[in-house]
């Protein structure tokens, strides 16, 4: 499974204090061999993903032009899937006299693909995803996320089930 997510470029005591959008794409790719269990792919991710952390100064566009991987357009090579996690400290947040609240943004186009977002809630998640409309139906990204609401139930009561059998899940 070839994935991607985003990565603050703010790993240097210099870069703490700058103000605007910093990060890093950071390519991850998971081989699911075997059939793994839902734990067991649990922790290749986090392995996967802890990596890529740890390489993460190289920026995005280095490893590209260093691979020599052609561009494509629109479409941003080594991944057209990402995740992002939400931070959910908005709540109260003010500044001097101003008080602060998140607004939505409507982009013209999804920078990949698909673009899964998650943020606690509570006890809960809230998931939700961002994607082209050119390639997806607003009606196939909402059976999407009924079938990862299934996946993460089943894995919550056994996160020993294989995840051909919680793939499984997404089309009973």
């Known amino acids: 499974m070839d994935a991607g997510c985003p990565a603050s470029s703010r790993t240097k005591r210099s870069t703490e204090g700058l103000i605007g959008c910093c990060f890093n794409k950071l390519a991850l790719r998971v081989e699911l061999q075997g059939?793994?269990?839902?734990?067991?792919?649990?922790?290749?991710?986090?392995?996967?993903?802890?990596?890529?952390?740890?390489?993460?100064?190289?920026?995005?566009?280095?490893?590209?032009?260093?691979?020599?991987?052609?561009?494509?357009?629109?479409?941003?090579?080594?991944?057209?899937?990402?995740?992002?996690?939400?931070?959910?400290?908005?709540?109260?947040?003010?500044l001097h006299n101003l008080e602060l609240e998140p607004f939505a943004v409507n982009r013209a186009m999804a920078p990949?693909?698909?673009?899964?977002y998650y943020q606690s809630e509570g006890e809960g998640l809230r998931v939700w995803m961002e994607y082209r409309s050119d390639l997806f139906e607003a009606a196939t990204i909402e059976r999407w996320l009924e079938g990862l609401r299934r996946i993460l139930t089943q894995a919550a009561r056994d996160d020993s089930t294989t995840v051909e059998r919680l793939a499984a899940l997404v089309s009973s």
């Not at 561009?71 to 995740?83: A, C």
């Not at 990949?112 to 899964?116: H, T």
């Open 112 to 116: 990949l693909d698909l673009i899964l």
């Open 35 to 94: 059939d793994p269990t839902f734990r067991q792919l649990l922790t290749k991710v986090r392995e996967t993903t802890l990596g890529a952390f740890d390489n993460q100064d190289l920026p995005f566009d280095v490893l590209v032009h260093d691979l020599e991987i052609p561009l494509n357009g629109p479409i941003t090579p080594l991944m057209q899937v990402g995740y992002a996690p939400q931070d959910s400290g908005w709540e109260g947040l003010s």
